[in-house]
């Protein structure tokens, strides 16, 4: 059993900054990927960036690449969403989630653990 606590939510104006961290406890081993997804209301989540917890390797949603990066420090058992250039399109709420096994596509279905979600919110 894993848990995911994420934490980094907050207001910001458009093209300010911010960091998501979620941290997991409990056991990984690999093969594992961590990913994040957002949500708004009345909308299906919506993958955005997901990364092999072992390799490193990365993919990002479209309407994201150049502006946010996804990261993992193994040793604190966390993954990062470092978010740029932000606009108001981005407001959602942000969901980190896990699947234990490697090549997880973008469908929330696959995978296994979820977080609480933290509220981001781009102001124009």
């Known amino acids: 059993q894993v848990q995911l606590v994420e934490s980094g939510g907050g207001l910001v104006q458009a093209g300010g900054s911010l960091r998501l961290s979620c941290a997991a406890s409990g056991r990984i081993f690999s093969p594992y990927t961590m990913a994040w997804f957002r949500q708004t209301p009345g909308k299906e989540r919506e993958f955005v960036a997901r990364?092999?917890?072992?390799?490193?390797?990365?993919y990002y949603a479209d309407s994201v690449k150049g502006r946010l990066a996804i990261s993992r420090d193994i040793t604190k058992n966390t993954v990062y969403l470092q978010m740029n250039s932000l606009k108001p399109e981005d407001t959602a709420v942000y969901y980190c989630?896990?699947?234990?096994?490697?090549?997880?596509?973008?469908?929330?279905?696959?995978?296994?653990?979820w977080g609480q979600g933290t509220q981001v919110t781009v102001s124009s």
């Open positions: 990364i092999d917890w072992t390799f490193g390797g990365t």
């Open positions: 989630a896990a699947a234990a096994r490697g090549v997880v596509g973008p469908r929330p279905g696959e995978y296994d653990y």
